[in-house]
């Protein structure tokens, strides 16, 4: 079973005419051209962040999470060309695993004994680094210092589905996603919680500036690649802001 992961970002002056096409069109058209195929699907939206989180990489606006039993093939494949939303939002889009390829800690926490907010992080490794090498820095040297430098209380992360598969479905020809709106290529989704973002502010101002940075590092302070580029984040709740499998009809 895979996860796709869709992570926008949208001129915020558009937001109540994009929530209305996602729960009235394209949520509805997703789950019923892809039910068979789709056992869960769900959508957050983000807290408003603070000033201060937005340089990591932050996009605004829903992240959507589908775990399909098994991928449909592309295409059209007998359907419409999906309803086009108002304006084209930044996606940032990958699949992983159902489940997370490390738990690194926290697991053994009850739900009643802290509160949850959600750093929400894709991150590729700079072009030209080999992954064998991006993977062994992240799991034998950041994921470490995470653990015994505290800061987030729960850390866990999934490895990307790397080879190729495209969403399913179709744009109109006319009027397809800019193809520099899309940001795809991910190596990793990892996140980190935390009870407040005194707590996240914390982690960045205390711990972040003694973590070590990778020799093929781009900038000099985590995520030591490019935010906005390399690295994109959302801040999210624990329970998604609609369950569109299972509360939405669709029309066709």
């Not at 009235?24 to 039910?35: A, L, Q, V, W, Y």
């Not at 179709?170 to 397809?176: F, G, M, N, R």
């Not at 795809?184 to 502010?201: A, V």
Request: some cysteine.
């Amino acid at each position: 079973m895979l996860k796709s992961v869709v992570v926008h970002d949208i001129p915020i002056s558009h937001v109540a005419a994009m929530e209305r096409w996602y729960w009235r069109d394209h949520g509805p058209e997703i789950n019923r051209r892809f039910g068979p195929w789709l056992t869960r699907h769900e959508s957050f939206l983000p807290v408003d962040a603070p000033a201060d989180a937005r340089g990591f990489g932050y996009f605004n606006w829903r992240v959507t999470e589908g775990f399909w039993r098994e991928m449909p093939l592309p295409g059209a494949r007998g359907n419409f060309a999906f309803t086009c939303p108002p304006v084209w939002p930044r996606v940032a889009t990958g699949f992983f695993p159902a489940q997370p390829t490390e738990d690194f800690f926290g697991g053994t926490l009850q739900p009643h004994e802290r509160q949850v907010l959600r750093w929400y992080c894709l991150h590729r490794y700079p072009d030209g680094v080999d992954e064998r090498d991006g993977e062994r820095w992240f799991l034998d040297t950041l994921a470490a210092q995470l653990q015994r430098a505290g800061g987030p209380y729960r850390a866990f992360s999934s490895r990307a589905h790397r080879e190729p598969l495209p969403l399913p479905g179709e744009w109109p020809p006319t009027s397809a996603p800019p193809k520099d709106a899309l940001m795809h290529d991910w190596h990793r989704l990892t996140e980190l919680w935390f009870e407040t973002f005194d707590d996240w502010r914390n982690f960045v101002r205390e711990i972040v500036p003694s973590l070590t940075p990778p020799p093929w590092a781009t900038v000099p302070r985590f995520p030591f690649v490019a935010s906005g580029t390399d690295f994109v984040s959302s801040f999210l709740l624990e329970r998604p802001a609609d369950e569109f499998w299972r509360d939405s009809r669709g029309y066709q």
